[in-house]
């Protein structure tokens, strides 16, 4: 297409490539001047607070079992079921924060309330360390049960930042890639790495929360830990309002709900209309009506949904009829398009439950080992054992974007290299590989328990034997969480693309609460036939059995995942009205069509 322009009027494309022409505006409420806002000189300031709010909440997240166990004073089984309730709301608020942002407040107004609620909470975490009042104890060296308003003060603290979260994690992340113009061929390329070293950063912020951070926690004090954290994330803050001016925003234009709900009511109600023969004749706006709209091609599946298209009165002015009556071919797949989601977001629920053991079990593992390094004395914190995972990440993405895509971008002739669901499937295979190798280490630290004691027995085992495990889940989440940010962002409607974000956090916060679901059927049944899986604690646990009920779960699950994306229909986006197109052979590989 552009090509073309280039070819037949020189002059007129290249003044048109000069703005941007996808209904976003700059900080003036104007069209965006192409070479000074968006791409990665906006992409930098976004990335850059994104950077530190992972920073703060891995901090606070992969000690916070820790926290509880020697804090709070909570036998194991409690602490992992709070730091998965607590986990689980964290990443389902985003459904709201992203339909708010999307609806009415957005992206960038949704960013900035975020932080803010985020720094309170912050802030009330310090003083329940700092303030006497909200201090645990008095004396901690003696203490066997916390102060109630302690717990009060922690909890109010730490729910505050998941409020924050849930604002922050599905703005930022869509308002990131709304600074590629997908009209652009050269932004809508960059954009197809915008996720990859959005993850990047996202993994470096990872790496010093479970570093830096986990160290002041455990050799300084919680409380330092806090302050240092609201002092990177007020600065962050700042550093992202700097950036106002390079940013190109989108209006809010009301629930992107309502239109889906439109169809549904437009196809039950003539539901008894008979089914045009040709496509062609179902309703939709002409390109000059729809502007910069970006129309989608009619599929088949789902026909029902079609009848909500269909004209009853071919002489009655369409534009006059009621949206309740009459919806266009894009809104009637926009909604199929969020439907054809569900499966997809069930059959990733189980990768998301065996992600959720690194920031419980897997850090409870670590803390009971031996964290010697060398002779000197230095003792590594179990949560930093977490690094391992950013690190197998940022490999994964450096090697996936760097190496494997041009590569595979020649062997398969997708710009993508793989298709999404490909990758997220990749990823999944990695996670079944991580509980396999999570078992086997966990049965030979039992047997070191049986042979020399519960005291000696797992002080005998390095640390490091949980690196294998770290990195392999950390390789895989470069597969199947990128995939999946991906995936929710590009293939949920336009107007809806917060939300899309809220839906990817949304399968890692529906898997917390499956996980501690799981752990309660677990610990229930396997009490009831003989010794259960989950005692008070590691030793007398089977966390090794309980490894390969994950493995056998998300195998099963995989080999299901597979059958449903082999059948999927990507989005396919059309530059020309849907009316005068209807679904050819789709992409596959969740590309847009251009024509």
């Known amino acids: 297409m552009e090509k073309n322009k280039v070819d037949e009027n020189p002059e007129e494309f290249n003044y048109e490539m000069k703005w941007v022409r996808d209904s976003s505006l700059d900080h003036k409420g104007r069209v965006p001047l192409r070479a000074s806002t968006g791409s990665w000189k906006a992409s930098l300031f976004i ?38 309730y607590w986990s689980g709301v964290t990443t389902l608020i985003p459904l709201l924060g992203g339909f708010l942002a999307d609806a009415y407040l957005g992206r960038y107004t949704a960013v900035i309330a975020s932080c803010i609620v985020y720094l309170m909470g912050l802030v009330l975490l310090s003083l329940s360390w700092f303030l006497p009042g909200f201090k645990p104890c008095d004396h901690p060296s003696t203490c066997t049960e916390p102060r109630r308003i302690h717990e009060v003060v922690f909890f109010l603290g730490i729910y505050l930042i998941s409020v924050g979260t849930g604002g922050h994690k599905p703005s930022l992340e869509s308002f990131g890639a709304d600074q590629f113009d997908d009209n652009n061929a050269k932004e809508r390329s960059q954009k197809m790495s915008f996720f990859n070293w959005w993850n990047s950063g996202l993994c470096s912020g990872i790496i010093l929360g479970v570093t830096v951070i986990v160290y002041v926690q455990d050799h300084v004090n919680w409380g330092v830990a806090d302050i240092v954290l609201t002092g990177v994330m007020a600065v962050s803050l700042l550093i992202f309002l700097i950036g106002r001016s390079s940013y190109r925003y989108r209006t809010p234009i009301g629930s992107p709900l309502t239109p889906m709900l439109q169809v549904i009511v437009a196809a039950i109600s003539k539901r ?130 760097k190496l494997l895509v041009p590569v595979l971008r020649k062997l398969t002739g997708n710009d993508r290299g793989i298709s999404i669901l490909q990758r997220i499937g990749i990823g999944m295979v990695f996670s ?90 677990v610990d229930h049944v396997t009490g009831k036939i003989g ?14 059995k309980f490894y390969w009920l994950l493995a056998a779960i998300t195998t099963l699950n995989l080999f299901m995942f597979v059958i449903f994306a082999r059948k999927y229909n990507y989005k396919n986006v059309q530059k020309v009205a849907a009316a005068d197109c209807y679904e050819g052979k789709s992409e596959d590989d969740g590309s847009e069509t251009w024509v």
């Open 47 to 84: 990335i850059a607070i994104e950077f530190s709010e992972r920073l703060s909440y891995f901090g606070i997240a992969t000690s916070l079992v820790i926290y509880l166990t020697k804090v709070l004073h909570q036998d194991l089984k409690t602490a992992v079921k709070n730091v998965n």
């Open 272 to 401: 008894k209309l008979p089914y045009p023969s040709n496509p062609t004749q179902l309703y939709e706006v002409s390109k000059s009506e729809g502007n910069s709209e970006r129309f989608l091609a009619h599929t088949k599946k789902l026909k029902f949904l079609d009848k909500a298209a269909i004209l009853e009165n071919e002489g009655n002015i369409a534009e006059k009829q009621s949206p309740w009556r009459l919806a266009t071919v894009t809104k009637v797949e926009e909604l199929k398009l969020i439907i054809n989601m569900i499966p997809i977001w069930v059959f990733t629920l189980p990768f998301g439950i065996c992600a959720s053991q690194t920031s419980t079990f897997f850090i409870k593992q670590g803390a009971i080992m031996n964290r010697n390094i060398g002779n000197n004395g230095f003792v590594v914190p179990p949560a930093s054992i977490f690094t391992l995972a950013a690190v197998g990440m940022i490999l994964s993405v450096t090697i996936y974007d």
């Open 432 to 521: 079944v590989i991580t509980m396999i190798v999570a078992a086997l280490v966990e049965k030979k630290r039992l047997e070191a328990v049986e042979m020399n004691g519960p005291l000696k027995g797992s002080l005998s085992m390095s640390a490091l034997w949980l690196a294998p495990q770290f990195m392999i889940i950390g390789f895989g989440d470069g597969f199947a969480l990128v995939g999946l940010q991906e995936y929710f962002y590009d293939q949920v409607p336009d107007s809806m693309r917060s939300l899309g974000i809220a839906l990817y956090l949304s399968v890692i916060g529906a898997a917390s609460f499956l996980s501690s679901l799981l752990i309660t059927i």
């Open 531 to 544: 010794k259960s899986w989950i005692g008070k604690d590691l030793n007398s646990s089977r966390l090794d």
